[in-house]
């Protein structure tokens, strides 16, 4: 199974929404949780959504995640300078004996 | 606050074993599960292996043959053993406590990260 699938790149003005799609199949997204991690330029990624659409505390509400099917969706509204930077889908994959897959990771660039 | 640490040999040559440990503070090993994760340089994210604070383990498939994850409650570390590198085993090495279960569905989110330790393979 190969990595789940993002866009390379996004961006917006400080102030829009974005929104990020994850792409997979049913031994992944659609049967399991779907988390997001956010990799700020040389930092650490640290966990942004969970459990598909659950947000840890101190992550804004201006972050929200969504899952249809096979496909999550991280949408970022009120574009700040400060998200610029890296997002990453991730979900575990239950075929064979298991792991965990991510994205590629899209690239936010903020206008 | 939990904190991961992780620590080890920043050079490893080739065909040799990398070793890395991540030391857990502020809270106990011997709950949650506990997992490797790598980042080439300019790549994205791979998954290597978990450890559950039962020792039960799993591997990434593409790296199983090589990986040995294991766990020191007795220090608060877990640790892995990357055998036979190349070059392209040269990444950062992230060690995160892990909430992971299967309730109807899997469910499996790192929600603490250690700040990583960067790994060249090079002789």
């Known amino acids: 199974q190969s990595a789940l699938t993002q866009p390379p790149s996004a961006s917006g003005t400080p102030g829009q929404r974005v929104t990020i799609s994850c792409s997979g199949g049913?031994?992944?997204?659609?049967?399991?949780?779907v988390n997001w991690y956010q990799q700020l330029p040389g930092a650490a990624p640290k966990l942004l959504i969970y459990?598909?659409?659950q947000r840890p505390s101190g992550v804004p509400d201006r972050f929200s995640g969504s899952k249809s099917g096979t496909s999550a969706s991280l949408a970022i509204s009120g574009l700040q300078s400060e998200d610029e930077g890296d997002y990453y889908c991730a979900a575990w994959d239950d075929s064979l004996n298991g792991r965990e897959l991510f994205g590629g990771g899209t690239k936010l660039t903020v206008l | 606050q939990v904190q991961l640490q992780e620590s080890g040999p920043g050079l490893v040559n080739p065909s040799e074993t990398l070793s890395l440990t991540c030391t857990v503070s502020g809270g106990s090993i011997s709950s949650y599960f506990w997992t490797w994760i790598r980042q080439p340089p300019g790549k994205g994210l791979e998954w290597i292996a978990y450890?559950?604070?039962?020792?039960?383990?799993n591997y990434n498939p593409s790296l199983k043959s090589r990986v040995t994850i294991s766990l020191d409650t007795s220090r608060n570390q877990f640790s892995l053993k990357l055998s036979a590198v190349t070059a392209a085993d040269t990444a950062i090495y992230y060690c995160?406590?892990?909430?992971?279960?299967?309730?109807?569905?899997?469910?499996?989110?790192?929600?603490?990260w250690g700040k990583g330790t960067t790994v060249t393979v090079s002789s």
């Open positions: 049913t031994s992944n997204i659609e049967r399991n949780a």
């Open positions: 995160a406590r892990t909430v992971a279960g299967k309730v109807n569905n899997y469910y499996y989110h790192m929600d603490v």
């Open positions: 450890i559950s604070y039962t020792g039960s383990t």
């Open positions: 459990n598909n659409n």
